[in-house]
């Protein structure tokens, strides 16, 4: 375990690690949206941002991608960094005024104007559902397209994810809160991506408990009897 | 194109999922755009997501989803072109044709593009079209340029195929 | 003519091509430059061949398609040999005359030399030109002397001798030491120093390392990568060769934008031939080092230019960059070592090499050694490439070389390093040119674009312009720059359209602040600065536009007024037709009626400009 200083306090990181875990490990806060500790840091939200000093220099960087360095001493709220935290929040809420975790976020740093044309944004491009969605779940449904200002995380081709499994994995690790998943009768819809399931019955309690099409993948992938997928996970403990 | 035509193209490349920028590329070039099959194809032989493909496939402005127009009206947005009145030269071909820069006409006849900086900044404003080059633009010769590859007319006098 | 394996063999081989060319046969060479293209120099060329093969003496005569000679304005360029008689703005109907009267019988035709702009004398060699006295063409010379899809010219004028010396008289560290003490830092805008960056490399762990050519020239307004990889690849090869010698890489890319095919087509045939001869592949020239290079084609996305972004698009992936605290040197392309270069940077290393970095520095200031290629273009007379010495001012330059501004307009300022630099004002006109005062000064080297501006240029404009640019090449990824480009152009547009409001300049630098210091990568850290550039120097312009509504340098089009002055106008509608609202009205002169003056309804009015431009009695006035 590596030793450095984060705002005078003494803590220890793995050497792959990153600022931003370790902080939050120790009872540090530090805002971030982008962040999700079951995918590799993004670096895209800018949230972050703290004040590392190293060998006598200074520089702001983000804490997710800044890797774990001995004898750094990292600050998290200096003049700097708490001016450029609340521009960026300012410029996420143009974007997407409507969310209720962005407007928090701005309130609690002080940010009580937008100076910028409102947008009517929903998404704020942290890009996590994808993310999770390649790494975690490896359905690869969804990704960001375009780029720029037009960059979206949509479907391939826009329309319906067609490798979609609903899992749900996506609605839960979003920050803002913006994809949703519904169920009505034996259907299972991720709204945001146009996805609709028809989900399988419990051989044992008659509950729907997942989509068809998620278990056929799974079948091909993970060698289990056939049992398994005729039953829910309730049932089977 | 069949999926031969594909296959073949892959195999110049050796099957390296690394080059999907070059194959799209290949395809582009053929094709004048990238067909929603051909991409699908493309996903299973090389054992890449449609999602990363279709992400690959809009980053780049070398690609495009839509068919192109039989002529591609290309108008130098560099700076030296910009300088010398380049933004006027886009406006005019944009009320003589309808169309904004990444559009094709209805009729497909024009697909109107800007790139920044064709080379050619000596003879600024600069417009391509089918790969001739038009120096010296000017709002007031757009008309008379795009005349020449009007439908009706015979296409194009740059002697190409 | 099989491989050549060791470098008595090279040196054989190089004497023997000098030993068939007689230097005193007349040879026509024709610039086959992007900018003579664009000039029709291929119907030239095919003139002269024409000419060439109906003449009964015709034969034995060359011709050779050279690379770029750097001064487009004056393109199609030709060149007579022996005497080099430079002939410029040639036609295809002057190949006949050319050949008859210079080529058969060394008569000089005055109407085709340059002619000098105000004491009107003609010029009749290339060197004698102003726009090349002051230049020092070190890398960019060899362009006119060589076909580029041929390696016997580059190695009749000397070519391949620097990778011969290092491969067989230099250990690769001596070749490093040599590199750093040439100074030779990174001509792609960064200005790092490329030896330190070799050396790092080469000390990073790992056993495959790879070198690459960025030749994803994406700024607007510069060409001197693509007409140095079109016209002269082989300089660009030889640097790499030494370069992966040194460091211990043996593979090799040169990354080149899809906008620049036949840049492409060059140096795969230099590629080609070079396995051919054995100078790329296995056992190089005999030295036991293997090394070989592959193209790779950028997708058309600026920000490939960043390093981390060209080596996810080699990888087969999307052009987002990556956070480079751990640096490209030491984990890169597939995690492994990789020293990225500029097209320039590497073909300033057979000069080093082979000159010796103590006579290599005796060119340039204290922190910047050698020569830069600059593409001088916008306002200027003599629009083109050229390569001066560091340190060499802009006057000389935009004056001395670019022959000062067309007509007789006022200097305003001068855009170097593109998106990512800024305008320097005419209070500075005489900075000498080099990494640090332009730095220093609020912009940048960068690749080398230099765009003259004079009065008629909006500085707002141009900002705008350029955030447009960047805004348009972002990736998308970091909320600073997405956002950042988004909101600096939303302002600049509402200020050039006549809705600017005070605060506007504050909230710019506010922006611009967090865009440079929290942005990802290099093109957000640096893409506030042609806003905060034009705003330092010309604050007043901006102040115009927003207070006042005005737009002094008549660029702006919604702050335009445009009116037809009465006593003027001839009465001859031709404004009144080319009004796309119908906003002209009047009455048209004939034979029988006086008519009446035509008059533009500034309500209709969409300041479109059409009826300026096609008036030809300037009765159309502009405020």
Redesign the interface.
């Given at each position: 375990m590596i030793p450095f200083v984060i705002d005078g306090q003494p803590v220890e990181g793995r050497e792959d690690g990153n600022l931003l875990e370790v902080a939050l490990d120790s009872g540090i806060e530090i805002s971030h949206l982008c962040y999700n500790e079951s995918v590799k840091p993004y670096g895209a939200c800018r949230l972050c941002l703290v004040e590392v000093v190293r060998n006598g220099r200074s520089r702001m960087t983000t804490a997710c991608t800044y890797p774990v360095i001995e004898g750094i001493e990292v600050l998290t709220r200096t003049e700097k960094v708490l001016r450029a935290r609340r521009m960026i929040i300012e410029l996420i809420l143009a974007m997407c005024p409507g969310d209720k975790l962005i407007q928090d976020m701005a309130r609690k740093m002080g940010v009580h104007e937008v100076r910028f044309k409102k947008e009517d944004k929903d998404c704020i491009l942290c890009g996590l559902c994808g993310r999770v969605c390649d790494e975690v779940v490896g359905a690869h449904a969804i990704q960001f397209a375009f780029r720029g200002d037009r960059k979206e995380m949509i479907p391939p081709f826009g329309g319906e994810a067609m490798n979609c499994i609903a899992c749900g994995a996506c609605v839960i690790v979003c920050p803002v809160d913006v994809i949703r998943m519904e169920e009505e009768g034996d259907e299972r819809t991720i709204i945001r991506w146009k996805r609709t399931l028809k989900m399988k019955q419990c051989k044992i309690c008659g509950n729907y408990f997942a989509p068809w099409f998620q278990l056929e993948k799974f079948k091909e992938q993970v060698k289990l009897p056939k049992e398994f997928f005729d039953v829910c996970y309730t049932c089977r403990t | 194109m069949t999926y031969e035509e594909i296959d073949s193209i892959i195999e110049r490349y050796h099957g390296?999922?690394?080059?999907?920028?070059?194959i799209?590329?290949d395809i582009q070039a053929k094709e004048k755009y990238l067909p929603?099959e051909t991409l699908e194809h493309l996903g299973e032989r090389l054992h890449i997501?449609?999602?990363?493909?279709?992400?690959?496939a809009?980053?780049?402005?070398?690609?495009s989803?839509m068919p192109r127009g039989r002529h591609e009206i290309i108008v130098c947005?560099?700076?030296?072109c910009?300088?010398?009145g380049g933004q006027?030269v886009i406006?005019?071909f944009t009320?003589e044709l309808g169309i904004r820069s990444g559009e094709t006409t209805p009729d497909r006849n024009f697909t109107l593009e800007t790139?920044?900086?064709?080379?050619?900044?000596?003879?600024?404003p600069?417009v391509a079209i089918d790969g001739q080059?038009f120096?010296k633009m000017?709002?007031?010769k757009v008309e008379e340029t795009l005349k020449k590859f009007r439908p009706g007319k015979k296409e194009g006098t740059n002697g190409k195929d | 003519m099989g491989k050549i394996s060791s470098p008595q063999e090279l040196e054989r081989y190089q004497n023997e091509i000098l030993s068939k060319r007689d230097p005193h046969q007349p040879c026509v060479t024709v610039c086959g430059g992007t900018g003579c293209h664009a000039s029709g120099c291929h119907q030239v060329i095919d003139a002269f061949r024409k000419v060439l093969q109906d003449h009964s003496q015709g034969n034995g005569i060359n011709i050779r398609v050279t690379g770029c000679h750097g001064f487009c304005e004056r393109g199609p360029l030709v060149v007579i040999y022996p005497q080099k008689i430079l002939y410029q703005r040639v036609k295809p109907e002057d190949a006949r005359t050319i050949f008859e009267e210079t080529v058969l019988n060394g008569k000089v035709i005055e109407s085709l030399l340059y002619d000098h702009p105000t004491t009107g004398t003609r010029i009749v060699h290339e060197e004698e030109v102003p726009f090349y006295q002051k230049q020092m063409r070190i890398i960019f010379g060899n362009n006119g002397n060589i076909d580029p899809t041929r390696i016997e010219d580059y190695l009749a004028v000397g070519g391949y001798r620097a990778l011969s010396k290092a491969l067989f008289s230099m250990t690769p560290e001596e070749i490093i030491r040599e590199v750093k003490k040439a100074n030779l830092r990174g001509r792609g805008g960064g200005g790092f120093p490329a030896g330190v960056k070799w050396e790092t490399c080469k000390k990073a762990p790992g056993d495959i390392k790879y070198v690459i050519c960025n030749a994803d020239e994406g700024d607007p307004g510069a060409y001197m990568d693509r007409s140095l990889l079109e016209g002269n690849p082989h300089s660009v090869l030889e640097g790499m060769i030494i370069g992966a010698y040194a460091i211990g890489s043996h593979e090799g890319y040169v990354y080149v934008r899809n906008e620049y095919p036949l840049a492409v087509v060059n140096i795969g045939i230099a590629i080609q031939q070079d396995r051919e001869l054995g100078l790329l592949g296995e056992n190089i020239l005999g030295s036991k080092f293997d090394f070989d290079v592959q193209i790779s084609r950028g997708g058309g996305a600026f920000v490939c230019g960043e390093s981390t972004a060209l080596m996810a698009s080699l990888e087969g992936n999307v052009g987002e960059p990556r956070a480079k605290h751990i640096h490209t040197v030491v984990s890169g392309l597939w995690d492994r070592p990789s020293n990225l270069n500029n097209v320039e940077t590497w073909a300033n290393v057979p000069v080093i090499i082979e000159r010796g970095a103590d006579r290599y520095t005796q060119i340039g200031t204290e922190g910047s050694k050698g020569t830069k290629i600059f593409s001088l273009v916008g306002k200027v007379n003599n629009t083109g490439l050229v390569e001066v010495p560091m340190g060499i001012t802009l006057r000389e330059i935009v004056y001395d070389i670019g022959g000062g501004i067309p007509g007789g307009k006022k200097f305003k300022a001068v855009q170097t390093g593109g998106p990512s630099g800024g305008c320097i004002p005419e209070s500075l006109i005489n900075l000498p040119v080099d990494f640090d005062r332009l730095t220093e000064v609020g912009s940048m080297m960068g690749s080398g674009g230099m765009i003259v501006m004079d009065e008629s240029t909006c500085m707002v404009d141009v900002a705008k312009y350029f955030t447009n640019f960047l805004k348009d090449e972002s990736c998308g990824k970091c909320t600073s720059c997405r956002e950042g480009t988004k909101r600096m152009h939303e302002i600049l547009t509402e200020i050039t359209e006549g809705r600017g409001k005070p605060e506007h300049i504050d909230l710019l630098e506010e922006l611009g602040w967090v865009t440079a210091e929290t942005s990802l990568c290099g093109l957000g850290q640096t893409a506030p600065n042609p806003v905060l550039s034009t705003i330092r120097y010309f604050r007043d312009e901006y102040r115009e536009h927003i207070i006042n509504k005005r737009c002094p340098a008549k660029v702006c089009r919604v702050l335009l007024r445009y009116r037809i002055l009465s006593d003027v106008c001839t009465r001859c509608g031709r404004c009144a037709k080319v009004c796309p609202v119908k906003a002209i009205t009047g009455k048209k002169k004939t034979k029988k009626e006086a008519g009446e003056p035509f008059q533009i309804d500034t309500e209709k009015c969409i300041k479109c400009g059409m009826c300026f431009e096609t008036c030809k009695f300037e009765a159309v006035e502009v405020q």
């Amino acid at each position: 375990m590596i030793p450095f200083v984060i705002d005078g306090q003494p803590v220890e990181g793995r050497e792959d690690g990153n600022l931003l875990e370790v902080a939050l490990d120790s009872g540090i806060e530090i805002s971030h949206l982008c962040y999700n500790e079951s995918v590799k840091p993004y670096g895209a939200c800018r949230l972050c941002l703290v004040e590392v000093v190293r060998n006598g220099r200074s520089r702001m960087t983000t804490a997710c991608t800044y890797p774990v360095i001995e004898g750094i001493e990292v600050l998290t709220r200096t003049e700097k960094v708490l001016r450029a935290r609340r521009m960026i929040i300012e410029l996420i809420l143009a974007m997407c005024p409507g969310d209720k975790l962005i407007q928090d976020m701005a309130r609690k740093m002080g940010v009580h104007e937008v100076r910028f044309k409102k947008e009517d944004k929903d998404c704020i491009l942290c890009g996590l559902c994808g993310r999770v969605c390649d790494e975690v779940v490896g359905a690869h449904a969804i990704q960001f397209a375009f780029r720029g200002d037009r960059k979206e995380m949509i479907p391939p081709f826009g329309g319906e994810a067609m490798n979609c499994i609903a899992c749900g994995a996506c609605v839960i690790v979003c920050p803002v809160d913006v994809i949703r998943m519904e169920e009505e009768g034996d259907e299972r819809t991720i709204i945001r991506w146009k996805r609709t399931l028809k989900m399988k019955q419990c051989k044992i309690c008659g509950n729907y408990f997942a989509p068809w099409f998620q278990l056929e993948k799974f079948k091909e992938q993970v060698k289990l009897p056939k049992e398994f997928f005729d039953v829910c996970y309730t049932c089977r403990t | 194109m069949t999926y031969e035509e594909i296959d073949s193209i892959i195999e110049r490349y050796h099957g390296k999922e690394s080059a999907i920028l070059a194959i799209l590329q290949d395809i582009q070039a053929k094709e004048k755009y990238l067909p929603k099959e051909t991409l699908e194809h493309l996903g299973e032989r090389l054992h890449i997501p449609s999602s990363k493909i279709y992400r690959i496939a809009t980053f780049f402005r070398a690609f495009s989803l839509m068919p192109r127009g039989r002529h591609e009206i290309i108008v130098c947005l560099g700076t030296a072109c910009h300088v010398r009145g380049g933004q006027r030269v886009i406006d005019q071909f944009t009320m003589e044709l309808g169309i904004r820069s990444g559009e094709t006409t209805p009729d497909r006849n024009f697909t109107l593009e800007t790139v920044n900086c064709l080379g050619v900044c000596a003879a600024g404003p600069v417009v391509a079209i089918d790969g001739q080059y038009f120096g010296k633009m000017s709002s007031t010769k757009v008309e008379e340029t795009l005349k020449k590859f009007r439908p009706g007319k015979k296409e194009g006098t740059n002697g190409k195929d | 003519m099989g491989k050549i394996s060791s470098p008595q063999e090279l040196e054989r081989y190089q004497n023997e091509i000098l030993s068939k060319r007689d230097p005193h046969q007349p040879c026509v060479t024709v610039c086959g430059g992007t900018g003579c293209h664009a000039s029709g120099c291929h119907q030239v060329i095919d003139a002269f061949r024409k000419v060439l093969q109906d003449h009964s003496q015709g034969n034995g005569i060359n011709i050779r398609v050279t690379g770029c000679h750097g001064f487009c304005e004056r393109g199609p360029l030709v060149v007579i040999y022996p005497q080099k008689i430079l002939y410029q703005r040639v036609k295809p109907e002057d190949a006949r005359t050319i050949f008859e009267e210079t080529v058969l019988n060394g008569k000089v035709i005055e109407s085709l030399l340059y002619d000098h702009p105000t004491t009107g004398t003609r010029i009749v060699h290339e060197e004698e030109v102003p726009f090349y006295q002051k230049q020092m063409r070190i890398i960019f010379g060899n362009n006119g002397n060589i076909d580029p899809t041929r390696i016997e010219d580059y190695l009749a004028v000397g070519g391949y001798r620097a990778l011969s010396k290092a491969l067989f008289s230099m250990t690769p560290e001596e070749i490093i030491r040599e590199v750093k003490k040439a100074n030779l830092r990174g001509r792609g805008g960064g200005g790092f120093p490329a030896g330190v960056k070799w050396e790092t490399c080469k000390k990073a762990p790992g056993d495959i390392k790879y070198v690459i050519c960025n030749a994803d020239e994406g700024d607007p307004g510069a060409y001197m990568d693509r007409s140095l990889l079109e016209g002269n690849p082989h300089s660009v090869l030889e640097g790499m060769i030494i370069g992966a010698y040194a460091i211990g890489s043996h593979e090799g890319y040169v990354y080149v934008r899809n906008e620049y095919p036949l840049a492409v087509v060059n140096i795969g045939i230099a590629i080609q031939q070079d396995r051919e001869l054995g100078l790329l592949g296995e056992n190089i020239l005999g030295s036991k080092f293997d090394f070989d290079v592959q193209i790779s084609r950028g997708g058309g996305a600026f920000v490939c230019g960043e390093s981390t972004a060209l080596m996810a698009s080699l990888e087969g992936n999307v052009g987002e960059p990556r956070a480079k605290h751990i640096h490209t040197v030491v984990s890169g392309l597939w995690d492994r070592p990789s020293n990225l270069n500029n097209v320039e940077t590497w073909a300033n290393v057979p000069v080093i090499i082979e000159r010796g970095a103590d006579r290599y520095t005796q060119i340039g200031t204290e922190g910047s050694k050698g020569t830069k290629i600059f593409s001088l273009v916008g306002k200027v007379n003599n629009t083109g490439l050229v390569e001066v010495p560091m340190g060499i001012t802009l006057r000389e330059i935009v004056y001395d070389i670019g022959g000062g501004i067309p007509g007789g307009k006022k200097f305003k300022a001068v855009q170097t390093g593109g998106p990512s630099g800024g305008c320097i004002p005419e209070s500075l006109i005489n900075l000498p040119v080099d990494f640090d005062r332009l730095t220093e000064v609020g912009s940048m080297m960068g690749s080398g674009g230099m765009i003259v501006m004079d009065e008629s240029t909006c500085m707002v404009d141009v900002a705008k312009y350029f955030t447009n640019f960047l805004k348009d090449e972002s990736c998308g990824k970091c909320t600073s720059c997405r956002e950042g480009t988004k909101r600096m152009h939303e302002i600049l547009t509402e200020i050039t359209e006549g809705r600017g409001k005070p605060e506007h300049i504050d909230l710019l630098e506010e922006l611009g602040w967090v865009t440079a210091e929290t942005s990802l990568c290099g093109l957000g850290q640096t893409a506030p600065n042609p806003v905060l550039s034009t705003i330092r120097y010309f604050r007043d312009e901006y102040r115009e536009h927003i207070i006042n509504k005005r737009c002094p340098a008549k660029v702006c089009r919604v702050l335009l007024r445009y009116r037809i002055l009465s006593d003027v106008c001839t009465r001859c509608g031709r404004c009144a037709k080319v009004c796309p609202v119908k906003a002209i009205t009047g009455k048209k002169k004939t034979k029988k009626e006086a008519g009446e003056p035509f008059q533009i309804d500034t309500e209709k009015c969409i300041k479109c400009g059409m009826c300026f431009e096609t008036c030809k009695f300037e009765a159309v006035e502009v405020q």
